[in-house]
């Protein structure tokens, strides 16, 4: 393929889809009568809204959910509104926190800094949902237009599409209702603290009513130097229809970021230099150097560059929700949506595994890094992302054959187009930022000048950092983003057909069955050299097919409880993260193969023909149960998770799909009211993952027997260990208590235990007599386990004003809650103290 493929015929296949809704439903408008409100359990819901109030929600958005979830059979955690509001959440990833068996892993240069939800062992990026629309532009998303926010659990493939592997996330927007209200609150607090939000609820007429929400937000680090946050966002909406059967919303977001980011805390040791009997290693702390010096890190110690770092993303979404409600309790809705999302940044990466925290030692004993510095290294991007995405679902209920069927079929039509470029100091050349990546050792006095190199305990974000030419010249240079010939291109056109229901057989068994047929193509370009003229691109593409399921059997001793078993798959086509991921399946762009010890190239179009799917299956036995007049909400669940081709690299050095992993768990889960006093919102996951088989790592040496150069393959030293980012155990709960009508007192506690980034083998393989000789001794990279607690208080005034308090880490816990594969660790804010203005009238 020579030429970018162009996007004209799927805009016109979008737009076409788009206008099947409303021609369908329109001759019926007329003969509709009005939809009342629908009360579940303790929450009243009016199309999408959710009030507030409850702990508890009975039903997700999603018509894909055909019963409430006492009667579904997998694993759902829906955060409510109240919930968002009581821990003073001011993003995903802290809304997240209140979830159990939900970590978030760290960026870096391939894997993109924003949202890295890990559900049950298995990356959930590319898996994150707005109003049931796949969202997988790379962003850190707020939470000031977000209504709930829901988390499925399991292989999910049947609900989104490809991917979800562990599970998919669901925001619920803020859209119209037909109440009037506004609500506006302040908020200062510790380290500058700053947030303002606004919603705005006006009904116009009986027909229409408008929506705004608004936010700004500014703030520093507890417990971290230099580091800012600031952000603004606005998402109005409008729909016609505000009480008939027929409806038409159209919504605008809008969320515009400017930080200086975390550059996390370097490892202590790695590979290279790990004393022996090492077998894990922190970020570093308090340590002795390998030449003896004691080194204490300060707590906010930040190895970027206040002159240099920068991180900026726009999101902007428009979308227009159409749907019509049928005499005889049938519903078709179709949802048409562009989204647009770019980031720019440049990001200190501290020390890139060069082993200069505890220092080097060579093979003849003599160090040469002293220890206590850290190379500043330069991670860049330029990315965006956009899709046009139109979805029609058809839901309701209706008999069959003697049957009760509540069903919901869904179409759906996704155009999504990526690039992603870097930022250099000359865009002409491509010249990569001068950071000192050519010089050795990576700390010389030439780069501890240049302030490319800082020490461990008194890093200084000020240092007068200045980009050069080049490492070794002294000609002055900028940071411009890369041209756009450079940057890679990606494309993915998906088309997808669902059918799920929910049989009712008798008042104590129910069968749920699902179903999703995915037509999947993607295409990749790698970006050309900046000094290429007269050159065009070429691309790689390959088209899948994706087949999944999900089935599962409920049996009901009573109305509220309910005993399940069920099983769901999914599947992870190569490409599918819009290389807006941590990618484990991308598209080739080079490589070869090994007989012997002859390497024999391969073109990008070899390797991505030789890809495949890579499939995973989830099972699952649980209960649940509504307890105290259905206002708490309890689940318990049992489940195992196997992808038994995981891409991996071959015995012949070629891309193999014989990777196996395993996760087994249980999961109890508490949602709702005790008393009506008493809310409480949280649960406890036991995970045991391991990576059965992690394939095999090649090894190039001169055999140290016959002198011969060779080429080897031996399993990979991932076999056998955890997963990345999946802790054994997890637990969250928050609770709150009316103490009086107008005075509310709560807190929380979250418990994660130790969390694994990755492993590496202490040592290099060597080869002798033609038998890969692997070191014995191995580390891995990890966080420890913590508690972290907060507390939050609130008075009401009146009936319109209310003040309210939060503690987040109340005992100002030292901990860090992301671990990155090699080379750092995220640390944690410090205490935060929040005190908020909430006013509704």
Known sequence: MSSKPSPSAARRTFLALSCIAPAFAGAAHAQQAETPERSLGGVTV???????????VDKP?????????????????????????????????????????????????????????????????????????RDIGAQSREIFAVEQI???????????????????????????????????????????????????????NDLVGVRVAAMWHDQDIAGRDALFSKRWGVAPSVKIGLDGPTSLTIGYYHLHTNELPDSGIPYLYTGTNAPAGVTETSPARHFTTISGVEVNRPRDAFYGLKDRDFRKTDVD????????????????????????STQGYVWTQPDDQQGNVYGVRNAAG?????????????????????????????????????????????????????????????????????????????CSATN?????????????????????????????????????????????????????????????????????YDHYKVEVSPGLAATSTNVSRTWVSRTDDLWNYQAGLVFKPTPETSLYVSTSSSATPPGSFLAQGSEGNALGTSGSTVNGVVLTPLTAQQLTDQLKIEKTKSYEVGAKANLFNESLSLSLAAFQTDTKNARTTGPNNTVEFIGERRIRGIEFGFNGNITPEWS?????????????????????????????????????????KPFPNTP??????????????????????????????????????????????????VIGRMVPSYWRFDANASFKLNDAVQIQANVQNVANKLYYDKAFTAHYANQAAGRTAILTVNVKY
């Open 366 to 442: 003599v160090i040469t890094a002293p220890g206590n510095q850290v190379w500043r290294r330069a991670n860049t991007r330029y990315s965006f992302a956009e899709g046009l995405i139109n979805q029609t679902d058809l839901f309701g209920e209706k008999t069959f054959l003697g049957l009760k069927h509540n069903f919901a079929a869904s179409l759906e039509f996704a155009w999504e187009n990526a690039a992603n470029g870097t930022y250099v100091s000359d865009a002409a050349t491509g010249t990569a930022i001068s950071t000192g990546s050519t010089v050795s050792p990576r």
């Open 150 to 204: 829901e988390v499925v659990k399991g292989s999910d493939s049947a609900m989104g599409g490809r991917g979800s592997a562990g599970g998919s996330i669901n925001l619920v927007s803020k859209m119209p209702t037909g109440e009037r209200f506004a609500a506006a609150s302040g908020a200062i607090g510790t380290d500058d603290y700053k947030r303002a939000t606004l919603d705005v609820n006006q009904p116009l």
């Open 317 to 340: 979404n428009l979308t227009a929700r159409f749907q019509h409600e049928f005499d005889g309790g049938v519903t078709i809705r179709n949802t048409s949506r562009y989204g647009h």
């Open 680 to 720: 409480v919102f949280g649960g406890y996951t036991y995970m045991d993952a391991k990576i059965r088989d992690g394939g095999f790592t090649a090894t190039t040496a001169v055999d140290s027997v016959t002198g011969v150069s060779r080429t080897l393959l031996a399993p990979s030293v991932n076999t056998g």
């Open 46 to 56: 009016t199309d999408t809204v959710i009030e507030e109030g409850s702990y508890k």
């Open 728 to 777: 054994k155990h997890s637990f969250t709960a928050f609770t709150n208590y009316n103490v009086t009508d107008r005075f509310t007192v709560g807190g929380g506690a979250i418990y994660m235990s130790k969390v694994y980034g990755g492993f590496q083998e202490v040592g290099a393989r060597t080869i002798r007599n033609g038998v890969v000789v692997i070191p014995s001794q």
């Open 448 to 516: 501890i000048n240049r302030f490319n190199c800082t020490s461990v305990d008194n890093p200084n974000p000020n240092d007068p950092w200045v980009s050069y030419a080049a490492d070794g010249s002294d000609t002055l240079a900028g940071i411009e983003r890369s041209q756009p010939k450079t940057w890679t291109l990606t494309q993915i056109e998906s088309y997808g057909a669902s059918l799920f229901d929910t049989i009712t057989i008798s008042d104590s068994l129910l069968l749920n069955l699902g179903g999703r």
């Open 61 to 133: 958005s999603s018509p894909k959910f055909t019963a409430p979830l006492v009667n579904t059979p997998r694993s759902v955690t829906v955060v409510p509104a109240q919930v968002i509001k009581d821990t003073a959440s001011a993003s995903l990833v802290e809304a997240l926190r209140t979830v159990p068996g939900v970590t978030f892993g760290a960026g870096e240069g391939g894997n993109p800094l924003g949202d890295r939800p890990f559900i049950r062992g298995f990356d959930s990026q590319a898996s994150t949902y707005l109003d049931g629309v």
